[in-house]
């Protein structure tokens, strides 16, 4: 018996057909509609984690140094700077050795002191060496230049302060007249020493000296050279007054 209100079967199933066809669209949609949110979620987030790093990536600590890597002066920074160190350690009293030992270490270098003017002598006041440096020898120098008085002029920490200028000391003495320096370059397995005036900034007096022993041949164009003349002026900042100093 026929029925009126009975959809026929060819177009019952096109009807069915156009339903789906429709509800794939509005699904596609909607699916684009997710990945267009989560495609700017994502981007917000990538956003917020480059600004985090901005602030944060200072602190993070950096990989121990390799042979291969260049003198870490000449990156950029990741850690509190040598000068820093230093600088704190002499605002606060503190042992120079931890910030001279990471002198030694960033500049490549053998060995590196500082020296405080006091009454006609210069007093040792920090030093540090490299790892394999023989203890008999690092603490041999400590003992010799521990106190060094103005009259001898054999040292460049010396030379440095007599003539206030920098002193470059050499393996050779007969090319500086350094044979103190001399004599430990070739113990510190050494090619030469430099060492450098500390000034007053105010008077312009001279209060200390600092110095550094390295392998390689020293001129004022060497990045260790130009580092540790400005390790030199912003230790002078800082350093406390000497009972005597030299105008």
């Known amino acids: 018996m026929h029925q009126p209100n009975q ?3 060819a177009n019952r199933v096109g009807h069915v057909k156009r339903v789906q066809s429709d509800q794939c ?17 994502s981007q917000r987030f990538l956003k917020t984690a480059t600004v985090v790093e901005s602030l944060f990536s200072p602190l993070c600590t950096r990989s121990p140094l390799r042979d291969t890597d260049p003198p870490h002066f ?21 042992s120079l050795d931890e910030p001279l030992q990471r002198f030694v270490l960033e500049t490549k270098s053998r060995a590196a002191g500082l020296w405080r003017l006091r009454e006609g002598h210069l007093e040792m006041i920090g030093f540090a060496s490299v790892a394999d440096m023989p203890r008999e020898i690092h603490h041999g120098f400590i003992e010799v230049t521990g106190r060094v008085s103005l009259a001898q002029n054999q040292f460049g920490i010396v030379r440095a302060v007599n003539t206030n200028a920098p002193t470059l000391a050499q393996l050779d003495p007969r090319e500086t007249g350094l044979t103190g320096s001399a004599s430990w370059l070739v113990k510190f397995a050494c090619a030469t020493s430099l060492a450098v005036p500390l000034r007053d900034p105010t008077t312009h007096a001279i209060i200390g000296a600092i110095a550094v022993s390295t392998e390689d041949i020293l001129h004022e164009q060497h990045p260790v050279w130009t580092t540790i003349v400005n390790l030199a002026a912003t230790a002078s900042q800082v350093l406390p007054p000497p009972q005597a100093t030299i105008a």
């Open 74 to 94: 000449l990156k950029k920074e990741l850690m509190p700077t040598v000068t820093e160190l230093l600088t704190e350690a002499l605002r606060t009293s503190q």
């Open 25 to 41: 669209k509005v699904q596609n949609e909607i699916r684009d509609v997710s990945d267009c949110e989560s495609l700017r979620r």
């Open 7 to 9: 959809v026929p079967d």
